[in-house]
């Protein structure tokens, strides 16, 4: 046999002291002509401060609706979702106190094209009604985080996909969340920027110390970056299991060359495709 | 690049092409001036009409009219349009009326515009308004309307206002459009105003073609429609320059300000 036997992949959820994001019997339907279609079930999940977490599961899997359930886009037809301790939601009704802990990421980027990079950067500072000085400030700290300093000033169409994905990231993080949510953030990009881009986020992960909840479909992407993969099965979405990836911090791009980063990937391609 | 200047040379030839076809026509068929006067007869009656002081009182209130019934056209349109564009239900309810209106022929209206409003420019006025509007506030429910869902997603999870997303998202993503609608606005205006001036007053370009026909000077007439063909187009340019200030981001000012 071979060592990916080794490998920690769990059923079950352990229930954390304080975490950040509490999942409780998440449910989802949908209503069609004729009949309810029931997307995602008996989501359960505590997610701990500080902790990358990835969702991880073939298309159909409800794993982007999940992450909008956790960002408070989609009400969830049953279950609750508490953000540090606080309900996402009261009857109808988003909760504003665990909505501004939270940003978000799309697989666009979605800029504005009438705001410049650092206007969008900015805009979530605006809403909030940070004066214009300080949050202008703030963006061209965060274009040199994400690393585009020098960018402030074009419009978004003058950019590359990757550049505009990391004013997106950037534009996330300008309000400090707790909470980063990412769906599919890099898929629409090209292999050598998703590589650069995986480095960029584990780095920026590290130096802001948020949570972050990751959509993929890449095995690789998903063992790179996570503490811990939710693996999820299709029809209706529901959670397989959790892996932890014990792999030391900050990972490099060679890492994935290494028998331990292999054996996660073949876990997880092996029990992937069992769902085939 | 040949693409480039081709234009620039091709466009003046061809009108000068045209110009040469005309008098060619007129001179070579013997065409009565009554009927259609030569470019050169054209050209000099214009100059003509252009030595007159009240020619100028008749263009002042020519683009008085469309400039003033353009602006009110523009921004009650703009008004009527977002509201309409945010309130669905407001506009599924009042679609069937701006449809009716929309489709009816507002030029029938100079009589009644006339009896409320006088023969002066006033009546003028309100009627360019009424034909500019539609189009300004039609163009802007749709640009609200087609604000990319990607987007919306966007000002949802920044938990913004109504308020907030409408002042920056829908009204900047309606911008193109409105411009769009405020370039045929214009047009109708112009016309608004010198049809309305055709049918009742005693000011005005239109006005001048009508009372230079009635005085059998068909040469003096084709002079004042090109003095109103001049006046639109530096109208319809003015607006459509106004595209470069108010959206420098949209991509067809960046395409048209590269080729």
Known sequence: ?276 | MLGKYASWIATPLLLVLLVLIWEAYVTIFDVSPFILPGPGAVWDATLVLLSEPKTYSHIGITVYETVVGFLLAVVIGIVFGGVLGKIRWLERTLNPLIVGLQVMPKVALIPLFIVWFGFGPTSKVVLAAVIAFFPIMTNTILGIKSVESGHRDVMLALNASRWQTFRDVELQNALPFILTGMEVGIVLATIGAIVGEYLGGSQGLGYMAVATLNAFDVTSMFGVIFLLTILGLILYFAVVMLRRYVTPWHEAVASARDS
Request: glycine fraction near 6%; charged fraction near 25%; charge should be neutral.
């Open chain 1, 1 to 276: 046999m071979t060592s990916h036997d080794s490998v920690a992949q769990t059923p079950v959820t352990r229930a954390l002291p304080d975490p950040m994001i509490r999942l409780t019997d998440v449910e989802q339907r949908y209503k069609t002509r004729d009949h309810d279609v029931l997307a995602l079930t008996d989501v359960t999940l505590d997610i701990g401060k500080g902790e990358f977490l990835v969702l991880l599961g073939p298309s159909g899997c409800g794993k982007t609706t999940l992450l909008r359930i956790i960002a408070g886009l989609l009400q969830s037809t049953g279950g609750e979702v508490k953000i540090d301790g606080t309900p996402l939601w009261t009857k109808n009704t988003r909760n504003d106190t665990a909505m501004q802990e939270l940003g978000v990421v799309f697989q666009e980027a979605n800029l504005f094209p009438w705001m410049t990079i650092e206007q969008n950067i900015a805009l979530p500072l605006k809403l909030r009604g940070v004066g214009k000085a300080e949050r202008l400030a703030r963006a061209r700290e965060l274009c040199a985080t994400v690393g585009i300093s020098g960018f402030e000033k074009r419009w978004p169409r003058q950019l590359s996909g990757g550049m505009r994905q990391r004013a997106a990231i950037a534009r996330a993080l300008s309000t400090r969340p707790k909470i980063l949510l990412m769906d599919e953030p890099f898929g629409a990009l090209d292999a050598m920027t998703r590589d650069a881009m995986n480095l960029e986020l584990q780095r920026i992960w590290m130096e802001t110390g948020c949570t972050v909840v990751l959509v993929t479909h890449s095995i690789r992407e998903a063992v790179f970056l996570a503490d811990r993969v939710l693996l999820l099965s299709p029809r209706p979405g529901r959670m397989d299991t959790l892996t932890e990836i014990e792999i030391d911090r900050p990972r490099t791009t060679y890492v994935q060359s290494s028998p331990e980063f292999q054996n996660y990937e073949l876990a997880l391609r092996q029990r992937l495709d069992s769902f085939a």
